[in-house]
């Protein structure tokens, strides 16, 4: 009677056993790069420079196909007229770069499942969505010297002429989504590759969105340095003059190896290759 009461206790734990849950802390690092104002091409989705980013996540693995990340990143993010293939964009003459901090929660779905405690599915490419916020600071040169440009409302942010046009935050909401590949090199160690699109919902990652103040305006109200930056061209522009695009919000990418290890609760690790077998018949 004992032995019977003993098989059927393993039979119920068995579904628990083979779609385990458990933790998994990891690292990224790569690439990032921009989508903006400043593009290169007139393209909305195109990119600006590459620049690198890393970070670190923390995956909470429900069952073989969903997993939950929480991550953090830092990178940078460029771009300059000077690149673009447009005349027009090459005499606005603008340029911007940012170090931003992201933190973001996403849901993973491993397409054909993941299985690195039984080794039975080391490899499953992944699709992935979720939320974030994102804190960004856009500098440009000046003198020599980096400046930041928030604090310099190259857009006339704050004029009593502009009550629309409020000085704009350095954090926004960010959405992001991708894909990547999962390799299992052991039970406890993986290894990836990741990428991701991110949408904004700031126009001011490149400090660039709507339309110049005169270059008079900008500077008897903000200065020299702000009337300078706000155009940079040497050629003069009146209010309302195009300097943006405000229909569309800013894009950023990330993109990177991972690298990551598992953390078991059931102490499973390294002691069952393979799935248990089934329930006895009788």
Not at 136 to 156: C, D, I, S, Y
Not at 177 to 183: D, I, P, W
Request: charged share 20%; proline share 5%; glycine share 10%.
């Amino acid at each position: 009677m004992k032995s019977l009461i003993n098989i059927i206790a393993i039979c119920f734990l068995l579904p628990t056993i083979s779609n385990s849950q458990y933790l998994e802390v990891g690292a990224i690092g790569g690439f990032s790069t921009y989508s903006g104002d400043l593009n290169p091409t007139t393209q909305r989705i195109s990119h600006g420079e590459f620049r690198y980013s890393v970070g670190g996540f923390l995956r909470y693995n429900f069952n073989d196909n969903f997993t939950a990340k929480l991550g953090v990143s830092v990178g940078r993010l460029s771009a300059s007229d000077y690149d673009s293939q447009g005349a027009g964009r090459k005499a606005r003459n603008l340029h911007f770069k940012s170090v931003f901090v992201e933190s973001a929660l996403t849901l993973e779905y491993n397409i054909l499942g993941y299985d690195p405690i039984f080794m039975t599915k080391r490899i499953s490419p992944y699709v992935f969505a979720g939320i974030g916020m994102v804190n960004f600071n856009p500098k440009a040169m000046h003198n020599g010297e980096w400046v930041e440009l928030q604090p310099l409302r190259t857009e006339g942010q704050g004029l009593a002429e502009f009550p629309e046009r409020k000085p704009y935050k350095k954090v926004a909401i960010a959405f992001p989504f991708g894909f990547g590949l999962k390799v299992a090199l052991t039970d406890r160690f993986n290894i990836g590759f990741e990428a991701g699109l991110r949408k904004t919902t700031t126009d001011y990652l490149d400090d660039v969105s709507t339309t110049y103040v005169a270059d008079d305006i900008m500077n008897e109200r903000y200065g020299q340095v702000a009337a300078q930056l706000a155009n940079p061209s040497g050629i003069p522009k009146e209010t309302g003059a195009q300097r943006g695009d405000a229909e569309n919000k800013d894009w950023y990418a990330i993109g990177g190896l991972t690298i990551s290890y598992n953390l078991s609760s059931n102490n499973q690790f390294g002691k069952r290759r393979r799935r248990p077998m089934g329930c006895p018949t009788f």
